[in-house]
Structure formats: C-alpha cells, structure tokens
C-alpha cells in the first residue's frame, strides 16, 4: 500500500492545484518512483489511498498496466483518514492472516523493498510474535526528537558489520509515567511491515492516527525495526523538494538498491 492521501500543507502552494504524490522528481512524479521499484522487486498488487486531488493521481496512473502492476484505489472523503484510519479502510483487500508493505507517498529510499518479503516471516514466530515492523532511519534535523529506541543496537551494529539484517525490538522512548529512555532514539522512516491485526479495533471509514497503535504494540513488545542507513528523504516541502531534484546521482542510487 503506498498512502497517498495527505493535503500536503507543508508543500503549498505547490499542492494546491496538484497532489503531493505527483510532485515532479527527477522527470518523473514522486509516486512512479514507489511503483517503479515495487515492480522491479516482485510486487504485482498495490492500493493507493486518495483524498486530495485524488482523481488526478487515479487519471496519472490508471490501472498500473504501463508499471507492471495492477493498482486499486482507496478512496477516502476530503481531509483523509490519518495512517490509521487509511489503512484499516483500504485493508479488506489485503489478506486476513498475512503482513502487507506499506509505503509513505512523499519519501524517497533505497531501502530493499524485496526484502519485505523474506522478512514477513517474522510475523508468523510463534515465540515473539510482532504486528509490525518499522525501516527506521537516523534522526533528520526536522525530527531531532526521533520516534522509537531500537533495542539491543551494540548486537544490530555488529551483525550489519557481518552482512546480516538483524531485527531489533522498538520500545517507546517515554514510557508510561513520562520518564525518558537515555539509548539513542531513530526516526521511523515511512516504511513497514503491519499485521492485520494492529487494525483490528479501527473501524472502516474511522479517522485514526498510526502513532498510539504503535506505542501500544512497543510497550506489549509486539513492535520490531531495523536500521536503514542508505538514502533517505522525506519530500515534505520545497526545499526538501528542491534538494531533491538538485541530486544529480539520486535516480541511480533509487535504481541500484
């Protein structure tokens, strides 16, 4: 699932006549690239969430023919959902039993999206279940505060020197009485893995935001990550968007992963 539902406040003017996820990079709208690289690493089914502008991402991109693909629309009434409530409403056309990709609109990373599928087994140990798995990042300097702490990160750091994909448990970086955790925090990148059952008490059509399930799944330790340290930008205003295209290398960096 790539949410595409956002207003885009950050990026206006430039969203007021045209969605966020069709913002020019590189030659190509933002969204492309997503469905590009899905298609290139052994996806053949994506929804599209919509609220904004919605019909002219749906004109753009039709039926998914022309990338490979075959895209569904989730169409949700002007102001959107949130995270939350988007996903929980597109989810009946996703499996009852199995973990689904989900993909913010407005990043751009190099992150192995094939991966997703070796690592959904993670979601089925009986030992250590978990409902969601987080691609996290370092902390930009838009988000110094960052969103989770990765546990055990002296062993994470030493099987990525080895050439493993570790997991790691998230645990919320202010637990229940406001106290701080001192490890390191990361920021979640806008990419990851969810179980069906996160969504469970959210019901179709209600607007939710993602953070309070995934605090929730932290403290019940039902919530992992890893740490991505390749590219990663989150195309959310102008001048991340100009940055952007001023990149001579970023496609090949997008193609080479």
Same mark, same amino acid.
């Given at each position: 699932?790539?949410?595409?539902?956002?207003?885009?406040?950050?990026?206006?003017?430039?969203?007021?006549?045209?969605?966020? %996820?069709?913002?020019?990079?590189?030659?190509?709208? /933002?969204?492309?690239?997503?469905?590009? #690289?899905? *298609? !290139? =690493?052994?996806?053949?089914?994506?929804?599209?969430?919509?609220?904004?502008?919605?019909?002219?991402?749906?004109?753009?991109?039709?039926?998914?023919?022309?990338?490979?693909?075959?895209?569904?629309?989730?169409?949700?009434?002007?102001?959107?959902?949130?995270?939350?409530?988007?996903?929980?409403?597109?989810?009946?056309?996703?499996?009852?039993?199995?973990?689904?990709?989900?993909?913010?609109?407005?990043?751009?990373?190099?992150?192995?999206?094939?991966?997703?599928?070796?690592?959904?087994?993670?979601?089925?140990?009986?030992?250590?279940?978990?409902?969601?798995?987080?691609?996290?990042?370092?902390?930009? %300097?838009?988000?110094?505060?960052?969103?989770?702490? /990765?546990?055990?990160?002296?062993?994470? #750091?030493? *099987? !990525? =020197?080895?050439?493993?994909?570790?997991?790691?448990?998230?645990?919320?970086?202010?637990?229940?009485?406001?106290?701080?955790?001192?490890?390191?925090?990361?920021?979640?990148?806008?990419?990851?893995?969810?179980?069906?059952?996160?969504?469970?008490?959210?019901?179709?059509?209600?607007?939710?935001?993602?953070?309070?399930?995934?605090?929730?799944?932290?403290?019940?330790?039902?919530?992992?990550?890893?740490?991505?340290?390749?590219?990663?930008?989150?195309?959310?205003?102008?001048?991340?968007?100009?940055?952007?295209?001023?990149?001579?290398?970023?496609?090949?960096?997008?193609?080479?992963?």
């Amino acid at each position: 699932m790539i949410l595409a539902a956002g207003r885009g406040e950050r990026l206006r003017p430039l969203t007021d006549h045209c969605p966020k %996820p069709l913002m020019q990079v590189h030659g190509k709208p /933002l969204i492309e690239w997503h469905l590009l #690289r899905l *298609a !290139r =690493q052994g996806f053949k089914q994506v929804v599209i969430n919509t609220a904004h502008l919605g019909l002219m991402i749906e004109n753009q991109l039709g039926i998914g023919d022309r990338f490979g693909l075959s895209l569904r629309y989730s169409r949700e009434p002007e102001g959107a959902l949130e995270t939350a409530g988007g996903i929980a409403t597109a989810q009946p056309w996703a499996s009852e039993h199995q973990p689904f990709l989900v993909i913010n609109g407005d990043v751009l990373c190099d992150w192995p999206l094939e991966q997703a599928h070796a690592l959904g087994n993670a979601f089925s140990d009986a030992e250590h279940p978990i409902d969601a798995l987080l691609v996290m990042v370092k902390n930009p %300097p838009h988000h110094p505060s960052g969103d989770f702490v /990765l546990a055990n990160d002296e062993e994470a #750091r030493e *099987a !990525r =020197q080895d050439g493993q994909h570790t997991l790691s448990q998230l645990a919320n970086p202010v637990d229940a009485v406001g106290n701080s955790k001192d490890e390191q925090t990361l920021t979640y990148s806008g990419i990851g893995l969810f179980h069906p059952r996160l969504f469970v008490n959210v019901q179709h059509g209600e607007r939710q935001a993602l953070g309070p399930l995934l605090k929730t799944a932290a403290t019940m330790g039902r919530l992992a990550g890893l740490l991505h340290e390749g590219l990663w930008v989150d195309v959310g205003t102008v001048e991340r968007l100009e940055w952007v295209n001023s990149q001579k290398d970023l496609p090949s960096q997008l193609w080479s992963a």
